[in-house]
């Protein structure tokens, strides 16, 4: 089933209700989904010290290098 034929059913349906039971149909608009912020990971214990070991690490092969 497409979107139209979905709309046109929805829309027969509506019209049955209002002629059959003479009811009022409300309509109502989208809501927006609410934004999401990027998630973010934190940095563990052992992620800061692998950081660090790779920063002791680079500053030794500087310290070699003429």
Same mark, same amino acid.
């Given at each position: 089933?497409?979107?139209?034929?979905?709309?046109?059913?929805?829309?027969?349906?509506?019209?049955? +209700?209002? =002629?059959? +039971?003479?009811?009022?149909?409300?309509? +109502?608009?989208?809501?927006?989904?609410?934004?999401?912020?990027?998630?973010?990971?934190?940095?563990?214990?052992?992620?800061?010290?692998?950081?660090? =070991?790779?920063?002791?690490? =680079?500053?030794?092969?500087?310290?070699?290098?003429?």
């Amino acid at each position: 089933m497409t979107k139209d034929e979905l709309r046109a059913e929805l829309e027969r349906q509506e019209q049955r +209700y209002k =002629e059959v +039971y003479g009811g009022e149909v409300t309509t +109502y608009a989208a809501q927006p989904d609410p934004e999401r912020k990027p998630w973010r990971k934190r940095a563990t214990v052992q992620d800061q010290a692998f950081t660090q =070991e790779l920063q002791k690490m =680079e500053k030794e092969l500087k310290a070699e290098e003429p």
